[in-house]
């Protein structure tokens, strides 16, 4: 019973965020015991995937190019470890870490700037350090809009590049935002006769290059400046449609070219699939409507620490039924209050919601507000005791897409509550990429997975169905050759990515051109990209936290009755499995 009152008041801490107007805003990652020295970093979660806290001597925060070459020249003549930081630090992998302790951390807080709007050609060129949210509101101002980009406008400009950020389309270009760029500078390590920093800018006509600098994973240099081809500002129609999902295999590829910002919410426990029928309408037709999505808005931090108290309590009392429940109280509410559209900005009355591009396209109002002392904040916000979780992200080809999907199904029924978890964070986002030019952008018009689910902060406690999403991910990665999100996940998919880019070899080609003492390089993305062993991290307990792939028992958490065993479907798959509980 009092497992149930805490689900209740879980649900009606979610319905208070609906009303919340005030957040303290996220502090800054980047943390310095004097004045720029001895620094530390982290990431808007407050943790990497290792659970470390990075290390740097000095923090720059240059406001214009030219002091950005200052100090990109400054650090190549020492030959110091170089890392870019962004303003809100989104990215959960540890690409912003330089090696050692003596590593120099860029700053792009101030790279800030609009540069210049050509309405007649419909370009925008900003600095790297311009957040979505800004991008979006200059183009609109001027009557243009940036086409698909990410549902969460709390990216700057240069890391939503550097990881491959998108959206959902199979039209046009696709949805990344990598595949609007006509032009780009970028500050690299260069030789004495350089003045120690080479600027290259980058445009169509030097494109081998200029696809290797879209997606780079921070390892080129410093981006300096971008520019993007726009469209003329246009108007959309969204309207949810929730369906069962017996034939979601079937579906989702054409559902992708019928709409032009089709995505699709899996709920696979309940059997449930949302779809959002979503396209572009005449801007004569009326609407004014306006997304506000409800997870991305300020919420109490007493709702958030029951909310919280809620799951850690379920993984504690193995209580499945109860995440079950509490998932379903969850879609449900946001189900009935549109995930937080409206169609006037003020309240929802019905489908289809028609309004302005930029005013549907992303949000994140939790970004907003001034300090209010902590009483409310982001949901993730690592100051308070609210969410806590991983994320495995990775896209699948559209060709092989249906049977992952049915071996996910599979795995669901051999037990309806084993992804009730998942549930608990809306289900599975699924969003439309395709291929890319980029080198290390989409191989294949592929379908995007976004799982996220609980993470306990202790690391050697096994999750409730830890075998479940283990064996998922491995399908994923291995079995179907997904690819990772650069910008999320956990070490384990990224385990052999790098030989699934046909471009590999030229990308690491341009970057040993671009910054060949490996300067703004460190451990984790030479092991990404084949450089330094792999990924794994093999220690006691690993596979929990997805930093390895079980081979032992140690790996997992046997005193817990957790033991590595093979997938129940995927056999080459090795998962931490509960399998018993050790006597007392």
């Known amino acids: 019973m009092e497992i149930f009152q805490r689900i209740l008041l879980s649900t009606s801490c979610l319905l208070l965020a609906v009303f919340m107007v005030g957040c303290s805003p996220p502090e800054n990652h980047i943390k310095c015991s004097s004045t720029n020295t001895n620094c530390t970093i982290t990431n808007s979660y407050g943790t990497f995937p290792d659970r470390s806290i990075c290390q740097a001597a000095n923090a720059a925060y240059p406001t ?5 070459i200052s100090v990109v020249a400054a650090a190549t003549r020492a030959r110091r470890k170089v890392k870019v930081a962004t303003r809100y630090s989104h990215s959960i992998p540890k690409l912003v870490c330089p090696d050692g302790q003596n590593g120099l951390l860029i700053s792009t807080d101030h790279l800030n700037r609009t540069l210049e709007i050509d309405v007649q050609s419909m370009k925008i060129s900003v600095e790297s350090g311009v957040t979505l949210r800004q991008l979006i509101n200059e183009a609109a101002k001027a009557g243009l809009a940036l086409p698909y980009s990410p549902y969460w406008w709390g990216l700057t400009i240069g890391g939503l590049l550097s990881t491959g950020a998108h959206g959902s389309t199979l039209w046009g270009k696709g949805s990344a935002i990598h595949d609007y760029v006509v032009a780009l500078t970028i500050v690299s ?22 696809d290797a600098a879209k997606v780079s994973l921070g390892v080129l240099g410093v981006i300096s400046k971008v520019t993007l081809q726009l469209q003329p500002l246009f108007k959309r129609s969204i309207s949810y449609v929730a369906k069962k999902d017996t034939d979601l295999g079937d579906q989702v590829a054409s559902f992708g070219r019928q709409h032009e910002f089709a995505d699709i919410t899996w709920y696979p426990s309940q059997g449930k699939a949302v779809y959002r029928i979503d396209d572009r309408v005449s801007s004569n037709t009326s609407g004014n409507g ?41 879609t449900s509410t946001l189900k009935h209050l549109a995930y937080g559209l409206t ?25 907003d507000s001034p300090e209010d002392a902590l009483i409310t904040a982001c949901p993730w916000d690592s100051r308070i005791k609210g969410e806590y979780f991983f994320q495995a992200t990775f896209s699948i080809s559209l060709s092989v897409v249906k049977s992952f999907i049915q071996d996910v199904q599979k795995l669901v029924k051999l037990d309806p509550r084993a992804l009730c978890g998942l549930e608990q964070y809306n289900g599975i986002l699924m969003r439309y990429v395709k291929a890319s030019s980029a080198y290390l952008g989409k191989e294949d018009d592929a379908l995007d997975f976004d799982i996220t689910f609980y993470r306990n902060k202790d690391p050697t406690k096994p999750r409730l169905y830890e075998d479940i999403l283990e064996e998922i991910e491995q399908l994923a990665v291995f079995k179907y050759g997904g690819l990772p999100h650069w910008g999320k996940n956990r070490n384990l998919v990224f385990n052999g990515a790098l030989k699934k880019y046909k471009n590999a070899g030229a990308f690491l ?74 006597e007392q």
């Open 64 to 68: 214009t190019e030219e002091e950005l």
């Open 290 to 330: 306006l997304y506000d999505y409800i997870p991305f808005r300020s919420t109490s931090s007493l709702g958030l620490a029951v909310v919280r108290a809620t799951e850690d309590a379920q993984e504690s009392l193995k209580d499945p039924d109860g995440k079950c429940v509490s998932a379903k109280l969850v």
């Open 189 to 210: 390590p260069g030789r004495p006769q350089d003045g120690y920093a080479k600027v290259r800018r980058l445009n169509e006509s030097n494109s081998a290059e200029l």
């Open 509 to 582: 080609r341009v970057k040993e051109m671009y910054d060949p003492m490996g300067l703004f390089s460190n451990e984790w993305t030479d092991q990404v990209l084949g450089l330094q062993g792999d990924v794994n991290i093999i220690k006691e307990g690993c596979a929990l936290e997805g930093l390895c792939i079980c081979s032992q028992d140690i790996h997992c958490a046997p005193s817990k009755g957790y033991l590595c065993r093979p997938g129940k479907i995927y056999q080459e798959a090795r998962v931490c499995e509960h399998v018993s509980t050790p």
């Open 343 to 367: 169609n006037n900005g003020i309240v929802f009355t019905g489908y289809p919601i028609i309004g302005y591009h930029n005013r549907l396209q992303s949000s994140g109002t939790c970004l």
